[in-house]
């Protein structure tokens, strides 16, 4: 996957996170986990493309490490809001599974970072 499909599939992932946290409920467990849910799952995408913007190896892969905390925390609140029955689990399989993807992706891309950095 080059690196523009990355950054289109983040932000088609963030949008889709924006979509989640719009049905959420309208109380406390809806604005707590909404908000939390929305600050991991659109910094995925914001961090990777900072990461594309890197003065060096070592800072691109420092920042797609960051993307990738941010998307394995995302997924946290995904499992938190299928286990708790918040939104029902069926709902949130697809997103679930993006997530997962997004987080091996993320972590191949930096291994080939680190590797092309020790072969400099």
């Known amino acids: 996957m080059d690196s523009n499909e990355l950054r289109e599939r983040t932000k088609q992932f963030a949008l889709r996170v924006i979509k989640l946290v ?10 707590v986990l909404g908000k939390q849910i929305l600050k991991s799952g659109t910094s995925i995408g914001a961090n ?7 003065s060096s190896r ?9 993307a990738v905390r941010e998307a394995d925390e995302t997924m946290y609140w995904l499992e ?4 708790s029955k918040v939104i029902p689990s069926d709902r ?4 679930i599974n993006e997530c997962d993807q997004l987080v091996a992706i ?13 072969t400099r």
């Open 22 to 31: 719009a049905a959420l409920p309208d109380n406390n467990i809806g604005w």
């Open 48 to 54: 990777y493309r900072e990461a594309l913007r890197a």
């Open 58 to 66: 070592k800072h691109f892969i420092s920042i797609t490490e960051i």
């Open 80 to 83: 938190l809001l299928a286990d």
């Open 92 to 95: 949130l399989n697809d997103l």
């Open 106 to 118: 993320l972590t191949a891309t930096i291994k080939t970072a680190k590797r092309n950095e020790e």
